[in-house]
């Protein structure tokens, strides 16, 4: 039987080099179709991409999987191609990043906060990126060095995006909201969020765990922060395995 096609669509600053941990588990099932946001410099443009990878590598019926700021991409793509979709993969999820006082939605950051990490990323680009990067993991990962593993790992791990490109996703992440498209999807899903989140909090993933209308399976990582495929990646993968093979996490 031909493989499907998986569309992975990686966090702020992160590229294809992320997915390394759980590329041989995925390879297993899928093709994998990588997305990246290098020339991507405004809002516009992050929709427009998903759209050009999809419409450009697949024919039929395909997968998703994103990952923090992709999250919120694959949601608006199982919404846009819901009829194609076969299933949806949503880690460290949100539906919104930003928290909305009007409407009581508080599972994401303050505005303010996101605005004074764009100005830091002008006045000290690696200071900035240092910082969101430690943010990633809880304080027992800390602990355990994975900063520093992380860190220490560039051309596995991270992107070399330019600050104009950087900016665009802090914009992005400012502006969607994809709250009100919830109901749309549906494929089944599943998601998986690291208990100790601090940047995409657990709620985040439970709000739209509440909103879904067909099949959806919710698995919280004990004492995980924002990037589990990395820092539990034997869990991970099991939770991955079992909703591909057998339709539950």
Not at 139 to 149: N, S, V
């Amino acid at each position: 039987m031909e493989k499907q096609r998986l569309i992975l669509l990686p966090g702020w600053g992160m590229d294809a080099k992320v997915w390394s941990p759980v590329t041989e588990v995925l390879s297993k099932y899928f093709v994998l179709i990588y997305c990246d946001w290098y020339r991507v410099k405004s809002v516009e443009e992050y929709t427009a991409r998903v759209s050009r990878v999809i419409d450009k590598n697949v024919d039929g019926c395909f997968s998703l999987l994103g990952w923090s700021l992709g999250s919120l991409l694959a949601i608006e793509a199982a919404c846009l191609y819901k009829d194609r979709i076969n299933k949806l993969i949503l880690v460290s999820g949100t539906s919104r990043f930003i928290r909305d006082k009007k409407s009581g939605y508080r599972c994401g950051w303050p505005r303010n906060v996101v605005e004074k990490m764009k100005s830091a990323l002008l006045h000290d680009r690696q200071k900035t990126l240092d910082s969101f990067c430690k943010a990633m993991f809880s304080e027992e990962e800390i602990q355990q060095g994975w900063p520093e593993t992380f860190t220490g790992k560039p051309d596995r791990n991270r992107g070399t995006y330019e600050t104009q490109e950087l900016l665009a996703g802090l914009d992005f992440l400012m502006q969607a909201d994809y709250r009100q498209k919830l109901h749309e999807i549906e494929a089944p899903v599943l998601m998986i969020h690291g208990e100790k989140d601090t940047i995409c909090p657990v709620s985040a993933s439970e709000y739209i765990s509440s909103q879904l209308k067909g099949d959806v399976f919710l698995k919280i990582m004990k004492g995980v922060g924002h990037i589990p495929f990395h820092t539990g990646m034997e869990e991970f993968n099991y939770h991955l395995k079992g909703f591909i093979t057998r339709g539950k996490a």
